[in-house]
């Protein structure tokens, strides 16, 4: 068995473990491929190999139930900070769904740019999907993104205008 050294590496070998067997809601491929799609969008605006590989593990600790501390043991304490910043807060309990996307959009909103730039090509990647099949859910979800946007100003720029114009041409063609 040969070690991975590279970290982004590893991360994408993590991510491929954790996500094997889960499928993307509305199309059916692999979970991982929106890691990938994730990562490569960040790869048009960034070569930081901390950022590329929380971008791999953006959903493992809420989808996959691990730990954050086994994120930091495993890839860093910076690694692990900017997925603690892209995991949601919110649990089932703490209420309905816009309650809990408020207490979800209140921690982004302390989160550093790193970490605004990997939500902003994580949101890239989700509206496309939700967009083109679900146009009920997208209803909801391009709602709950257009007041998410305002809070992602500290991300990449070219990334949040690119997020912001699928935001509102999803909300034209949504509500039309």
């Not at 991982?32 to 070569?47: G, K």
Request: proline fraction near 3%; aromatic fraction near 6%.
């Amino acid at each position: 068995m040969r070690l991975i050294d590279d970290l982004v590496e590893r991360a994408e070998y993590y991510a491929r473990l954790k996500h094997e067997g889960q499928t993307r809601k509305y199309t059916g491929e692999p979970y991982v491929n929106h890691c990938a799609s994730v990562v490569s969008i960040l790869r048009t605006v960034t070569t930081d190999e901390t950022m590329l590989a929380a971008a791999w593990l953006h959903d493992v600790v809420e989808d996959c139930d691990v730990p954050i501390e086994t994120i930091v043991a495993l890839f860093g304490v910076e690694v692990a900070d900017l997925v603690g910043w892209l995991s949601n807060v919110s649990k089932l309990s703490d209420g309905n769904r816009a309650t809990r996307k408020k207490l979800d959009r209140d921690h982004t909103a302390g989160a550093p740019a790193k970490a605004k730039t990997i939500k902003l090509a994580d949101l890239i990647d989700n509206t496309d999907s939700i967009v083109e099949h679900d146009h009920g859910f997208a209803k909801v979800y391009l709602k709950e993104k257009e007041a998410l946007l305002p809070l992602l100003k500290d991300g990449d720029p070219r990334l949040w205008q690119i997020a912001n114009q699928l935001t509102m041409d999803g909300i034209k063609e949504i509500f039309k």
